[in-house]
């Protein structure tokens, strides 16, 4: 593979910034635009391509920036819009490309759009946004209760699938579409390199608003589960939307970029294949939620790489463990009682397979220097509206988006303020950046040497994929492009093994607890074969 065939959203790392918790400049406790700005050597360090941001728009921050007031400009707790241009250069100049979050499903309720459109039966904005004369069927918000809401105004109801405060769009309305797409070119011509489009399941909805069945399993205190989201979730028109979308950023230059939020369980190919759309009309990534929702045990690592490499060689994969809306991955894989030793030998068979298989990596702030998930909220210290609108019925997502653990000093670094949106995991003292940085063997470094491997060896990054032993111990495949091979056996078990892939000979990359042809627990080799 030519230099010129990588493909930054394909052969790259992406890296995710949540904002809020990356650093904070102003002292106000909240991260900000400033803040990842000044922390972009410390990303590039890392090897990644791309970085993508949590949203950081004007809101009301009722779902923490993911209810938009105003798509254009940047609320002045993260900075300003010259801030937001600052980083995109910033950015490139480092060679860095820049996915940003945009939120199509809904906007916030104080949107200008939807003051007007919930202000009279006739307003020219009303039909924006989804409105019936009383709760026309049995929809759940995701969020907690009835997805209508009564507006006094009209003595009406809106639909949301979020919180009340996120009404959904009326995407089938032409004009609603059209500002959409102003929204899209806006960014592109200020240089985004991509998208990620949030909750695209959503989109669209049963014009008939039909009931949605029952489940037979129904919750009292989370309704959402009592039914089968059948006529409010992948609704066929969600795909023919994707694809205008894509078709706009395909009429600009460079390597533009969308992945989709697709939120799926259970590996379903058939969901995934309809959002790449046939012949790559539709997203360029579906975003994986398997490593989000299973631990990372190998029956599923084998199960999961079975179900994506069964899609189209053009339906490129993506990989993730963590992400600012699940327990984070580490969490997730450590057991109770785990040494901290396991804890990173663990954090090092997960990167090798993210960083090794074949697919589009993900990495959350913070993963690189296994930051836990914090686990010790009370209930008045939890922010997540999902977690309180629910009565606490839903765990928390405040747990994976504590702030960025930097150094030693107050707060970690993170800022200089006695309050902090979010308390500081405690164990930062030991675990931090500057701490990490000048170890050679941790974890830290360990992920820049990887992503240095991976990006030096045209087989890891766009190689084909074969699986090899089908073991319930441990996970074996091969990469393979141009002539070179590389097999890698990754040992997730918590004894020896003794693969039958010719593990001796060759050129090692990289490995631990390889010995005469037998892996140690919690081991991997990365070894060159020809
Ligand atoms: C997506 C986001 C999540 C947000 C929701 C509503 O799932 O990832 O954080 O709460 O959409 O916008």
């Not at 004007?58 to 254009?72: E, N, T, W």
């Not at 600012?324 to 397979?353: N, P």
């Amino acid at each position: 593979m030519n230099n010129k065939d990588f493909l930054w959203w394909k052969h790259g790392v992406v890296y995710q910034i949540y904002p809020r918790s990356f650093l904070d400049t102003t002292g106000n406790g909240v991260g900000d635009l400033p803040g990842i700005i000044k922390k972009l050597d410390y990303v590039k360090s890392l090897g990644v391509h791309a970085i993508w941001i949590n949203p950081f728009f004007q809101s009301p921050m009722a779902d923490f920036g993911y209810d938009i007031s105003d798509f254009q400009s940047v609320d002045p707790l993260f900075g300003s819009n010259t801030d937001m241009l600052t980083l995109i250069s910033e950015a490139h100049k480092r060679g860095l490309k820049v996915i940003f979050d945009m939120v199509f499903n809904h906007t916030s309720s104080e949107h200008p759009w939807f003051v007007e459109s919930r202000s009279s039966l006739d307003n020219p904005k009303r039909d924006w946004y989804i409105w019936n004369e009383k709760k026309p069927n049995n929809w759940q918000s995701l969020f907690g209760g009835s997805a209508w809401e009564k507006c006094d105004f009209t003595n009406q109801y809106y639909y949301h699938f979020f919180l009340s405060e996120q009404p959904d769009l009326n995407l089938r309305n032409p004009e609603v579409i059209a500002e959409i797409k102003k929204i899209i070119e806006y960014y592109l011509d200020i240089g985004v390199d991509g998208f990620r489009l949030d909750a695209v399941n959503t989109y669209f909805e049963d014009e008939n608003l039909m009931d949605n069945p029952d489940t037979d399993y129904c919750p009292a205190e989370y309704t959402i589960d009592c039914q089968i989201r059948k006529y409010n979730f992948d609704h066929h028109h969600n795909y023919n939307f994707l694809a205008e979308i894509k078709k706009l950023i395909d009429s600009y230059p460079g390597e533009r970029m969308l992945v989709g939020e697709v939120a799926k369980d259970g590996h379903d190919k058939d969901a995934w294949k309809k959002y790449y759309g046939d012949a790559q009309v539709g997203l360029d990534l579906v975003f994986n939620f398997d490593f989000l929702y299973n631990s990372p045990n190998v029956n599923q690592v084998t199960d999961i790489v079975k179900a994506w490499e069964s899609l189209e060689m053009h339906n490129w994969p993506t990989y993730v463990f963590s992400s600012h809306d699940q327990i984070r991955g580490i969490s997730r894989y450590v057991l109770e009682g785990d040494s901290i030793e396991t804890e990173v030998k663990k954090a090092k068979t997960m990167a090798i397979f993210l960083l090794t298989v074949r697919g589009t990596p993900f990495i959350y702030y913070g993963q690189e220097i296994t930051m836990n998930q914090y686990t010790d909220l009370t209930n008045d210290q939890i922010k997540d509206p999902w977690a309180i609108r629910t009565n606490f019925t839903v765990p928390t997502r405040d747990g994976c988006r504590t702030p960025m653990q930097w150094d030693g000093t107050k707060n970690a670094g993170f800022s200089t303020s006695e309050y902090t949106w979010l308390p500081i995991s405690k164990n930062y003292p030991q675990k931090n950046v500057e701490v990490q940085n000048g170890d050679p063997n941790s974890i830290l470094n360990f992920y820049r040497k990887v992503i240095q491997i991976r990006s030096e060896n045209p087989a890891l990054f766009g190689g084909k994929l074969e699986l090899l032993e089908d073991n319930p111990d441990f996970v074996s495949y091969t990469r393979e492009l141009d002539g070179q091979k590389v097999l890698i056996i990754i040992n997730f078990c918590e004894h020896s093994i003794k693969p039958e892939s010719e593990c001796q000979t060759g050129n090692v990359l990289i490995s631990e607890g390889l010995n005469n042809g037998e892996i140690e627990p919690f081991g991997f080799a990365v070894i060159e074969k020809n």
